[in-house]
């Protein structure tokens, strides 16, 4: 029980935590890399707020420290480019930057700035060889990677992403968000046939196989009303109180009889 109460909190915790528009893959965590040799960094759309097409640019700098003391080497642009949702890696390419830091642990982070605010997210960890420089690097400790940052505008985009995002067949979505469509308002009648049948095909469910740092939650979101409902006052005369009752207190003033069914007699 302990154990199933534990990965609800964890599974709640990133359900709430997935407003992003970048989720990594790779570079994996542990791995090792030298430094001369280009590195790929590969990554996909969450399906979150922001989308992947209102990102104006994203720069990727290398970094070391823990997650309490991050250090980058912001002078030292790994590079920069613009995001699509075709495009699902980018090549880090290090070997101007090996006389930042020492042999060590690094990760990256990716930078991204569009019209409705900033993001800012890491990968995992890994092992860089072949580095010349000074600064120790090092993971102080730390095996997750950095919290990240969302400061995107939401506003009422969220329903409008969630809108166009229903264009897409749920079974066809990726990510960690999915998007369903919206109930809709019951008619006045039914005009369904009267036998049950299924109306969409069912999703398959896969479960893990070996122990993972990171679990990979989905959650499903669908768009508010689409309609608004009207109130009135009802003006209809009320109803006269109902006979053969009484009230509560009255209770009090009865006599208990156990062949009752209410169990006092009546008056």
């Known amino acids: 029980m302990l154990a199933f109460y534990t990965l609800f909190l964890l599974l709640s915790f990133i359900i709430v935590g997935t407003k992003a528009d970048y989720t990594f893959t790779s570079p994996a965590a542990g791995q090792t890399f030298a430094a001369s040799s280009p590195i790929t960094i590969k990554f996909e759309d969450d399906g979150g707020i922001p989308a992947m097409t209102e990102i104006t640019s994203t720069q990727v700098l290398l970094c070391t420290g823990s997650n309490s003391a991050i250090s980058c080497f912001s002078d030292n642009l790994v590079g920069t480019f613009t995001p ?100 809709m308002q019951p008619g006045s009648k039914v005009t369904h046939a009267l036998t049950a049948s299924r109306r969409f095909p069912t999703s398959s469910v896969t479960y893990f196989t070996d122990y993972t740092l990171r679990a990979y939650a989905i959650t499903t979101k669908t768009p508010s009303w689409s309609y608004t409902i009207s109130q009135a006052p009802n003006w209809v005369a009320t109803l006269p109180s109902p006979t053969g009752y009484y009230a509560a207190s009255e209770a009090l003033k009865r006599t208990i009889n156990a062949k009752s069914k209410r169990g006092y007699v009546d008056l």
Do not use: W
């Open 84 to 183: 699509s949702e075709s495009k699902t890696s980018y090549e880090a390419n290090l070997a101007s930057l090996t006389s930042l830091g020492s042999n060590g642990r690094y990760f990256f982070q990716f930078y991204s700035v569009g019209s409705g605010g900033t993001t800012i997210h890491y990968t995992e960890r890994f092992t860089l060889t072949g580095m010349t420089g000074t600064t120790k690097a090092t993971d102080g400790g730390d095996t997750t990677p950095p919290t990240g940052s969302n400061s995107f505008n939401t506003g009422n985009d969220d329903d409008s992403v969630i809108t166009k995002s229903n264009t897409i067949p749920y079974l066809s979505q990726t990510g960690r968000i999915r998007y369903a469509p919206m109930q």
